[in-house]
C-alpha cells in the first residue's frame, strides 16, 4: 500500500462550507440553547471564543476539554457544570440545526469507501475543537457515521489543535504509524497541508471549499473532491 493512513478534514472537506457562514449559523443556535443559563448571548459567545484560542494553543499538557472549560469558566466567573451539561446535549440534538448553513456533498461515502480500499487506517482528523458527539453529528450531515472511521479526533482525547504540527505527531504516534506513510485530505493551506507536511506527512489540498495562505502556499497534489476521489482509486 501507498500509505497506511489516510486522514480527512470535515469543514469544508467532506463537509462542503463557507467557514465563516456556518460559525455564525452555529454560533446562533448555541446561544440559543446556553443563553438562558445566565449569559448574554454575546457574553457566552466570547466565552466559547476564548476557550477555542485556548485550546488550539494548547501545549500538550492537557486535554482540549479540561483546557476549553477551564478558560470558560475564567472568563465568566461561572460555575461551568450546567454549561458543560447543556453542551453535551446540545451537540446531539439542537446542533442539527446548524446543518442548514452547510451543503450537500452525496460523494462523501464514496470517497471514505475508496480510502478504506487504498489503506489500512482511515481516520476524520476534524479540528478538536468540538467534542466526539458533535463530530459524529457533523459526519452525519453527509451521510457518514461513526463506523465509517478508524479514528476521530474530538475536544475530548486530544491535546493538541490545527496548525500545530504536534497535533498530527501524537495522532500518527498514537496509531503506531510514521508520518511519511500516511496521508492528509483538507482544504486549509495552513492547518491541513502545511501543518501536516511540517510533521512529514504527504497531502491533498481539496480545492471545492479551499481556504489559502498567502505564507504557505501548497504546491503539491491538489484538485475537486471529485479529482480526490479519483486519485484515491489509483492507490
Not at 20 to 25: I, L
Not at 145 to 152: A, L, N
Request: one cysteine or more; charged letters at 20%.
Amino acid at each position: 500500500m501507498r500509505y497506511k493512513a489516510i486522514f480527512f478534514d470535515l469543514d469544508g472537506t467532506l463537509l462542503p462550507m463557507d467557514n465563516e457562514v456556518f460559525t455564525k449559523g452555529y454560533f446562533k443556535e448555541l446561544a440559543k440553547k446556553l443563553s438562558p443559563l445566565g449569559l448574554a448571548p454575546d457574553a457566552l459567545i466570547a466565552a466559547v471564543w476564548a476557550g477555542t484560542k485556548a485550546m488550539v494553543k494548547n501545549d500538550g499538557a492537557r486535554q482540549n476539554v479540561e483546557l476549553f472549560w477551564e478558560t470558560f469558566a475564567q472568563v465568566t466567573a461561572k460555575d461551568v457544570t450546567s454549561f458543560r451539561a447543556q453542551s453535551d446535549d446540545f451537540y446531539v440534538n439542537e446542533f442539527h440545526n446548524a446543518r442548514a448553513y452547510t451543503s450537500e456533498n452525496p460523494r462523501a461515502a464514496e470517497a471514505i469507501g475508496a480510502a478504506h480500499a487504498a489503506a489500512e487506517i482511515v481516520v476524520l482528523a476534524s479540528n478538536p475543537l468540538f467534542p466526539l458527539t458533535g463530530q459524529c453529528s457533523r459526519l452525519s450531515w453527509v451521510g457518514l457515521e461513526k463506523s465509517d472511521f478508524d479514528y476521530i479526533t474530538a475536544y475530548e482525547s486530544e491535546c493538541f489543535c490545527k496548525p500545530n504540527p504536534a497535533y498530527y505527531t501524537a495522532l500518527c504516534e498514537k496509531l503506531g504509524v510514521q508520518p511519511a506513510e500516511c496521508l492528509m485530505v483538507g482544504n486549509d493551506e495552513r492547518e491541513d497541508m502545511y501543518a501536516a507536511t511540517l510533521a512529514g506527512l504527504d497531502g491533498f489540498y481539496v480545492t471545492d471549499c479551499a481556504i489559502p495562505c498567502e505564507e504557505h502556499p501548497w504546491n503539491g497534489k491538489h484538485g475537486s473532491f471529485a479529482e480526490l476521489i479519483a486519485f484515491l482509486k489509483t492507490l
